[in-house]
């Protein structure tokens, strides 16, 4: 089957200029020019050219000749506008064959060797005796049966300057990262820490902000230890520092962040160009802890940036070292895993969080996840279907012309609670019980159209008044950073009466002391109606109950980590409507974007 591309202005304004650079450049160059670009806007860092070489490509809806791989490595770096690794030029050719925009090969050289230098860093001093400590007061009971995970993650953080502790929703992450932060200012011994807490969106930056303030009273350190944990947590941009009118941050490489410590939660939403931004602006001597779940969709931008850092899903490996520094401190024996001698830069850096406190065994939701996780779409599907598990139900998508009538009852009885709210906080509180989760943003199945049926299905039964847009109830979300007015993207608020301000309308959000604040209609920044919202734009959320809508046809935008993902979002209740077979066909599919950090961080071990 031929690979189909559907170029923008960009594309060809960027394939344009280095056709007009080059030096005689050979035919093919303005499409390879045009499809590199592509790559990037499609969410690769970029082009495998041994994807496409010596075939024929649609572009455009025009079938296009690829040379064979040989004839464009050795003729390309002839043009004088495309180079070799190292070489300052628009286009950057690799021996692997990827062919990069030199800003995006920059970002992922940049990003592999602080994450390697890191990574092999050896030299921390520990207090072993006050470690040794610090693991029984902080992990009393063990996590049961086998090994203790969260152990094992707390002490690599410890002992690494590059630590990443990733794991489904309910297996602990957070409350790890707590002890660990608890155990490091112990080993600074009275010494001031500098600890920074980012996440890449508001959203996710308030609910690791609310974990971490309920998690750190409960820890059995001094009382000095406990007020030393931070509980301001930010986003990544302004960590940096945000410069208005710029692309750039105040903190880069030429003026570092102060912090000894730097945690980014969710880091599975970050781009690559966010990543390496934030890497070349650490200190040296700095430590980076990642936490996030890498079987999780990616950044909707360029780069799966966790995923790759993980290995691309391989399993964990730890050096003999390791292994014997962890059975020394904690008395924890790590089985069933590969332990090697030659070890790479990243091995003993990765820990996977396997028990999960949320789902236990009889947990539908956790039994669909683990099955959509493996490629088990029937095995997902079973669970789904079966009438007497409760927490997860079937439901075959309609056609989109019956799609209204069959979401009048789930869209009313979920809804109606949070519209009689009697307060703000109870709306806010109330609406976060459920939402709809769909898969893509147009089409009838896509999340401008059900927002507008959800509309719809809510006036015609008396529950919404929708004289005006902004009508009493209405859920918005904000999908652009202001900093002015600290609303960022993903931020959700709901439009209520302001009975202080003669009843006009004001919109409600949940404030970072755990109160709430309101903002006028006409000074918010570029927002959207949220009955429902993509996948996407649902990470870092969670919800009592989730309706994850799939369109009637098999599409490439559906896939296993947009399955796994949407059904994560669910605490308690997961409600799939889909058609048997794209439902199987998007579980058995993987999301593939092209880049070359996997290799560059793990060729070695």
């Known amino acids: 089957m031929k690979l189909l591309f559907e170029l923008t202005a960009t594309d060809r304004h960027f394939a344009a200029f280095i056709q007009n650079k080059a030096i005689e450049p050979p035919p093919w160059l303005e499409l390879l020019a045009e499809l590199a670009s592509n790559s990037v806007g499609s969410g690769n860092i970029c082009l495998n050219l041994a994807d496409i070489a010596d075939t024929d490509v649609m572009v455009d809806g025009f079938e296009r000749r690829v040379p064979p791989l040989k004839v464009i490595q050795q003729e390309i770096v002839t043009t004088t506008i495309v180079g070799i690794p190292g070489e300052f030029k628009p286009l950057v050719l690799d021996g692997a064959g990827r062919l990069y925009l030199y800003r995006y090969w920059k970002y992922e050289c940049d990003l592999a060797r602080i994450i390697a230098e890191k990574g092999a860093a050896q030299d921390i001093p520990l207090d072993e005796l006050l470690l040794r400590d610090g693991i029984q007061r902080f992990f009393p009971c063990g996590a049961g049966e086998g090994t203790d995970w969260q152990k094992i993650a707390a002490l690599a953080a410890v002992q690494k300057r590059f630590c990443v502790i990733s794991g489904g929703p309910g297996t602990g992450k957070t409350s790890t990262v707590v002890k660990i932060l608890a155990m490091l200012l112990e080993q600074a011994h009275g010494g001031t820490l500098r600890i920074a807490l980012a996440a890449p969106t508001g959203k996710a930056a308030a609910r690791l902000k609310e974990s971490i303030r309920g998690m750190k009273d409960r820890l059995d350190c001094t009382v000095a230890i406990k007020d030393q944990i931070p509980e301001e947590v930010t986003t990544i941009h302004r960590l940096l520092g945000v410069q208005p009118g710029s692309a750039r941050f105040r903190h880069s490489e030429g003026n570092r962040l102060p912090h000894d410590v730097v945690i980014v939660d969710e880091a599975s939403m970050v781009a690559l160009p966010l990543m390496a931004k934030l890497v070349t602006a650490l200190r040296t001597d700095a430590r980076l802890i990642l936490l996030g779940d890498r079987d999780q969709l990616a950044s909707v931008e360029a780069g799966a940036v966790l995923g790759d850092i993980c290995g691309g899903g391989r399993q964990e490996a730890y050096s003999v070292r390791f292994v014997d520094f962890i059975h020394t401190i904690s008395g924890e024996t790590i089985v069933d895993q590969p332990m090697v001698r030659d070890q790479g830069v990243l091995v003993d850096s990765l820990v996977v969080l396997k028990k999960n406190y949320r789902f236990g065994a009889d947990s539908s939701i956790g039994a669909v996840s683990q099955a959509v996780n493996s490629g088990n779409g029937r095995g997902a599907l079973s669970v789904l279907k079966d009438e007497s598990r409760a927490g997860s139900r079937w439901h075959d998508v309609p056609h989109h012309e019956k799609l209204k009538k069959a979401m009048e009852h789930i869209v009313t009885t979920q809804y109606r609670s949070y519209l009689a709210a009697e307060t703000p906080s109870e709306a806010l509180k109330l609406f976060d019980n459920f939402r709809i989760l769909c898969a893509l943003r147009k089409g009838p199945y896509g999340v401008m159209g059900i927002n507008t049926m959800v509309e719809e299905i809510l006036t015609e039964k008396g529950l919404i008044e929708q004289n005006n847009r902004w009508y009493s109830g209405r ?49 918010l920044p570029a927002h959207e109606t949220v009955y429902a919202m993509t996948v996407h734009k649902s990470q870092g959320s969670e919800f009592e109950r989730v309706l994850l809508l799939l369109p009637e046809n098999d599409s490439e935008a559906l896939a296993r980590e947009l399955i796994y993902t949407g059904i994560t979002r669910a605490r308690n209740d997961i409600e799939v409507w889909a058609h048997k077979d794209v439902f199987v066909a998007a579980v058995s599919r993987k999301i593939d974007r092209k880049s070359g950090l996997e290799n560059a961080l793990w060729k070695k071990a």
């Open 475 to 523: 859920p918005v979300m904000i999908t652009v950073n202001d900093y002015h007015l600290k609303l960022f993207n993903g931020d959700i608020g709901i439009v209520l009466p302001d009975s202080e301000n003669e009843g006009n309308p004001r919109v409600w959000f949940p404030a970072s002391d755990g109160g709430l604040r309101n903002v006028a209609p006409v000074r």
